[in-house]
C-alpha cells in the first residue's frame, strides 16, 4: 500500500479513489504560530539570554499553515506520509547532518524519537540466536530492546576512554562459531558522553574501531544523543571547540547507521529523531518503519522545518543554539564537581572525572576500603575468585533511597549475556565485581545538586564508618 502511496505522489494529476485519508479540509487546525529562542547572529549566548526569562527576552516568531504560503503546509504535514518522512523534513536534517559529518553518499530516515531509531536498527539487522556487541555498561532500556527478537549481546570492556580496542578485536579474533554461533556484525555504540558512564571516546580510538569493523565487517549503530554537549576547556575560555569527528564522518563504506535526536537539544516530548544511513539500509528502514510505527507525528516535522528554514533559526543559528548549549550544561557540570569536591569526594570514600560530554557523572565508591569489603567468595564451581562488591553496592543504594537520595547503581547498566557470551568472558575480571559506581546527573533541577551531594557524602561516611 505504502509503495502504491509513493507511486502516486510521484506522477501528475491523478486521481485516487484508493486512499483511506481525511480530506484536509476537515483538519481541525489552520494555523500554528510558534514563539522560540532567538538564535540571532547578534546574540552571543542565546541560551543565556533565553534562561534569563525577563520581559524583554528576545524572541522569534514563524508559522505554519494550511492555506498560507509556509515551507511545510499543515494539509501536507497534518496527512498520512511515508516512512521516511515528509520530503521538506527529511531535507531539513539531511543538511543539518551534512553541515556537521559530511557523510559520502547517505541518507535520512526519520524516526519516533532516539529509542525508536535505534530498536529499528536491531531489529533490521538482527535474527534469533545473532551476538551483537556493546558496551558492558550500557542504558538498560537499549539493550533490552532486541532481546525480544532472540539477539543477544556480547560485552565489550570500557574504561574511562570508552570503548577499549584491544578488546573489541580480542572478541573478535577469538570468536568460535562452532561453539558461539554466528560471530556478532553489529557493533551498538554511545560515542560521545556514554549513558551511563560519561565516557567518551577519543578521535584515535574512534579510528581504531572502525579500522577494526572493517576487519570484521561489523556495522556500526553510532547512537550518539549527546553528540552535540561535548565540552572541553578551549570552550571555557572562549574560543569554541571543534566537535569529535564521528564514525559517520569516517564511513566510506556504508557500515554504520548513526542515530540523531532533538530530545537533549530541544525538547524530549518531540519524539523526533532521524537514521543517516547508507541507501541500501535506508530503503530497508522505510519499509519497516511503514509495517511498524508509521511515519512520524506532523507537529514535529513542521516545527523542524521551519526552525531549520530561512524564517526560523536555519543552521547557523542550530549552531549557535548548540554552542550555547554547551557552554550552559559545561556551567552546571563544573558546579556539580565543585560540590561533589566538598560534600563528597574530600572524605576519600568516592570520586568521579569530568566527562567530555552529555549529561552524567559516573561516580567510582571506593568500596574496597569498606571494613566489609570481602574478595575470597567463591562462585558455585569454586572456580572462580568473587568480591561481595554486589551486595555492599545494594546496601549502599537503598541506604541513600532511605535518606531521600536517588542514584543510579551501576548493575542495572550491566549488559545483559548469553551462555555462549560466557566462555569469552575474562573470569579474572568479571563485570560483577566492579559494578561499584553510581550514575548521576547535572541536567535536572540545579537547585537539587548541593542537598543531593549532601545526602551522598553523608551516607558514604556512615556506610564506611562501620565496623566488621
Known amino acids: 500500500m505504502k509503495a502504491l502511496w509513493r507511486l502516486t505522489?510521484?506522477?501528475?494529476?491523478?486521481?485516487?479513489?484508493?486512499?483511506?485519508?481525511?480530506?484536509?479540509?476537515?483538519?481541525?487546525?489552520?494555523?500554528?504560530?510558534?514563539e522560540v529562542a532567538s538564535a540571532a547572529e547578534d546574540i552571543e549566548d542565546p541560551v543565556a539570554v533565553w534562561t534569563a526569562a525577563g520581559p524583554s527576552t528576545p524572541t522569534q516568531l514563524f508559522t505554519s499553515s494550511r492555506d498560507e504560503p509556509c515551507n511545510l503546509?499543515?494539509?501536507?504535514?497534518?496527512?498520512?506520509?511515508?516512512?521516511?518522512g515528509l520530503p521538506e523534513a527529511q531535507r531539513a536534517v539531511t543538511e543539518l547532518t551534512k553541515f556537521y559529518h559530511s557523510p559520502p553518499d547517505h541518507i535520512s530516515t526519520l524516526t519516533v524519537g532516539n529509542m525508536d531509531g535505534v530498536s529499528k536498527c536491531f531489529r533490521l539487522l538482527g535474527s534469533p540466536g545473532d551476538h551483537f556487541l556493546a558496551d558492558e555498561f550500557s542504558f538498560n532500556a537499549l539493550t533490552n530492546a532486541p532481546l525480544s527478537h532472540g539477539v543477544n549481546w556480547v560485552p565489550v570492556k570500557i574504561d574511562k576512554g570508552g570503548l577499549i580496542p584491544s578488546d573489541l578485536e580480542r572478541i573478535m579474533s577469538n570468536w568460535n562459531e562452532e561453539t558461539q554461533g554466528r560471530r556478532p556484525h553489529v557493533l551498538y555504540s554511545v560515542p560521545s558522553g556514554q549513558n551511563p558512564t560519561g565516557c567518551t571516546l577519543n578521535a584515535d580510538r574512534r579510528k581504531k574501531v572502525y579500522e577494526l569493523a572493517q576487519r570484521f565487517d561489523l556495522i556500526i549503530i553510532e547512537d550518539d544523543p549527546y553528540y552535540y554537549l561535548q565540552y572541553s576547556e578551549e570552550e571555557s575560555s572562549g574560543t569554541p571547540s571543534k566537535l569529535m569527528p564521528s564514525f559517520l564522518s569516517m564511513d566510506i563504506d556504508g557500515r554504520v547507521l548513526r542515530v540523531d535526536s532533538f530530545s537533549k537539544i530541544m525538547m524530549p516530548g518531540m519524539r523526533l529523531g532521524w537514521i543517516t544511513s547508507s541507501p541500501l539500509f535506508h530503503e530497508h528502514l522505510v519499509s519497516l518503519t511503514d509495517?511498524?510505527?508509521?511515519?512520524?507525528?506532523?507537529?514535529?516535522?513542521?516545527?523542524?522545518?521551519e526552525m531549520l528554514s530561512a524564517s526560523g533559526w536555519q543552521i547557523s543559528g542550530f549552531d549557535r543554539w548548540t554552542r550555547s548549549l554547551r557552554k550552559e550544561y559545561q556551567r552546571r557540570r563544573d558546579l556539580f564537581l565543585d560540590i561533589f569536591a566538598r560534600e563528597v569526594s574530600s572524605a576519600g570514600f568516592a570520586s568521579a572525572d569530568p566527562p567530555q560530554a552529555g549529561m552524567f557523572v559516573w561516580i567510582d565508591v571506593h568500596v574496597r576500603k569498606h571494613p566489609r569489603y570481602r574478595c575470597d567468595i567463591r562462585d558455585s564451581e569454586g572456580s572462580i575468585a568473587r568480591t561481595n562488591v554486589p551486595e555492599l553496592m545494594e546496601e549502599l543504594f537503598e541506604r541513600c533511597l532511605d535518606s531521600g537520595l536517588v542514584v543510579m547503581p551501576a548493575s542495572i547498566f550491566v549488559a545483559p549475556t548469553s551462555p555462549q557470551v560466557s566462555k569469552i568472558l575474562d573470569p579474572e575480571d568479571p563485570i560483577q565485581d566492579r559494578v561499584n559506581f553510581l550514575r548521576t546527573t547535572f541536567a535536572g533541577d540545579?537547585?537539587?545538586?548541593?542537598p543531593g551531594l549532601k545526602i551522598l557524602g553523608e551516607v558514604l561516611k556512615e556506610f564506611f564508618q562501620e565496623q566488621k
Do not use: C, W
Open 73 to 84: 503546509s499543515l494539509k501536507t504535514a497534518l496527512a498520512y506520509s511515508a516512512g521516511a
Open 9 to 34: 505522489k510521484g506522477k501528475p494529476n491523478m486521481i485516487s479513489l484508493g486512499n483511506g485519508d481525511p480530506h484536509y479540509s476537515l483538519y481541525p487546525v489552520k494555523k500554528i504560530q510558534y
Open 291 to 305: 509495517s511498524s510505527t508509521q511515519h512520524p507525528h506532523g507537529f514535529g516535522q513542521i516545527f523542524i522545518t
Open 446 to 450: 540545579e537547585s537539587s545538586m548541593q
